[in-house]
């Protein structure tokens, strides 16, 4: 998910904090804004929240300049699945998982039963434009 292609404008933050709003995927997961800044960092943190019958299907996230990262915490499991699929994770354990959504494919499997939560912190490092963004 690419929350953070650009900082949200004030109104725009303030429309979107603390209220859930349709996930850009349009499969079903809704996302609730806690923090988005540009600068010193562009960071923003979501909370995510899979019902049942929901999924994200393999995609990136391509940003135009920089290096995009995302720290993902599983808050609440799914009764069944809702399991995070990544290619090239740079690291996981248990719940946690951090990796590149620019340069590793990621998924969320289907939620079979019950909710899935996530608090999803993400980052660019950098601006330098990237030599394949305009590929993408």
Not at 47 to 71: C, E, F, K, M, N
Not at 74 to 101: I, K
Not at 110 to 134: I, K, T
């Amino acid at each position: 998910m690419t929350q953070q292609a650009s900082a949200p404008s004030l109104r725009t933050y303030l429309g979107m904090w603390l209220r859930w709003v349709r996930g850009r995927q349009g499969t079903g997961y809704d996302k609730m804004l806690l923090l988005a800044t540009p600068f010193p960092v562009r960071l923003d943190a979501y909370l995510l929240r899979y019902p049942q019958g929901s999924q994200i299907p393999p995609h990136t996230d391509p940003v135009a300049a920089g290096r995009h990262y995302r720290l993902n915490v599983v808050v609440r499991q799914a009764r069944e699945g809702g399991e995070f699929v990544c290619r090239g994770a740079l690291w996981r354990w248990g719940r946690v998982a951090l990796f590149r959504p620019d340069r590793s494919e990621h998924a969320v499997t289907r939620v079979v039963s019950g909710q899935r939560y996530v608090l999803s912190v993400g980052w660019v490092v950098g601006r330098e434009p990237r030599p394949d963004a305009a590929s993408t």
